[in-house]
């Protein structure tokens, strides 16, 4: 039987290869918006305006599409 692949690296991987620019919001409520650089099973790398932040991923919660995060905002 064919092992699943884990939805997580799914999602990051796709993140990833498409460039996407993403809303990453930390379990303090810190927001952070950039491009996924790399990741492996503990951190991730967000490129920020040209800068490399190293997150860890226990203290992320949730990843948002930036342009789905701004249109939201302005249906508002």
Same mark, same amino acid.
């Given at each position: 039987m064919a092992e699943k692949e884990n939805i997580q690296e799914v999602l990051l991987k796709k993140f990833k290869s /498409?460039? @996407? /620019? =993403? @809303? %990453?919001?930390? =379990?303090?409520g810190f927001q952070m918006k950039g491009k996924i650089v790399d990741f492996d099973d503990k951190v991730v790398l967000l490129d920020i305006q040209g800068k490399e932040h190293l997150i860890y991923k226990h203290a992320i919660s949730t990843f %948002?599409?930036?342009q789905d995060d701004e249109n939201q905002d302005s249906e508002q």
């Open positions: /498409e460039g @996407t /620019e =993403l @809303t %990453v919001f930390l =379990l303090n %948002v599409d930036a």
